[in-house]
C-alpha cells in the first residue's frame, strides 16, 4: 500500500480548517473584496499553509468574514433573466431562462435535430424577459408553428430587434 504524502489529504478526509482554507483561496482567487478582508484572509492563508491547521479563533473570524461576502453577494447579486433564440431544424425557439447553454442542453435531450443556440437577449430581471419573450411571441404569431417554436425564417427579424428602455427599434420591419 502506497504511503500519503504528508499534508496531502483526501477530499473525503477534510477538516474544517481545510474546507475554510479552500473557500478562503477561492475567495481571494475571485477578487473584488475590500482590501480589509484581504488583508486578513491572505495573513490566515499564510498561517494555514505554515501549520496545516487554523486556531479556533481563525475559523471563526474567517468563517464571519465569508458569511458577510455571502450576504454581500446574495444583495448586490441581480437576478437577471435571458431570452434565448434557438434554431433545430426548420424551426426557431424563442424562449426564456436563467441560464440559456443549460437550457439548450434540456431541449437537445428531446429533439432530434441539433439545437444551436443563435442569440441571447440579457434583461435585468426574469420579468422583463418574461415580457419581452411574450412581446416576441406576439410580434411573430404569424410565423408560429407551436408553442414557442417560430418559422425559421424569423431568425433575422427576431435578431434585428432591439428592447430599449421600453421602445421597440427594428431594423425590419416584415415582422409585424
Not at 489529504?9 to 481545510?18: F, P, V, Y
Not at 458577510?68 to 433573466?81: D, P
Request: net charge positive; hydrophobic share 30%; glycine share 8%.
Amino acid at each position: 500500500m502506497a504511503k500519503r504524502k504528508k499534508g496531502k489529504r483526501r477530499a473525503g478526509n477534510l477538516t474544517e480548517s481545510d474546507k475554510l482554507a479552500v473557500k478562503m483561496d477561492s475567495l481571494l482567487k475571485r477578487g473584488g473584496l475590500p482590501d480589509k478582508y484581504k488583508e486578513v484572509l491572505t495573513s490566515m492563508k499564510i498561517s494555514y499553509l505554515r501549520h496545516h491547521s487554523l486556531t479556533p479563533q481563525q475559523m471563526r473570524y474567517a468563517a464571519s468574514i465569508m458569511g458577510e461576502m455571502n450576504k454581500l453577494k446574495t444583495k448586490n447579486r441581480k437576478k437577471a433573466g435571458y431570452v434565448y433564440l434557438v434554431r433545430a431544424g426548420g424551426a426557431v425557439k424563442i424562449g426564456k431562462s436563467r441560464s440559456p447553454k443549460e437550457r439548450v442542453k434540456g431541449l437537445q435531450t428531446g429533439n432530434h435535430d441539433k439545437v444551436i443556440l443563435c442569440a441571447t437577449f440579457e434583461c435585468e430581471t426574469s420579468a422583463k424577459a418574461t415580457i419581452f419573450e411574450r412581446r416576441l411571441h406576439k410580434r411573430f404569431k404569424a410565423s408560429r408553428l407551436r408553442g414557442e417554436w417560430f418559422d425559421r425564417a424569423i431568425t433575422n427579424n427576431v435578431l434585428c430587434e432591439a428592447y430599449d428602455g421600453g421602445k421597440w427599434v427594428t431594423t425590419n420591419q416584415q415582422g409585424e
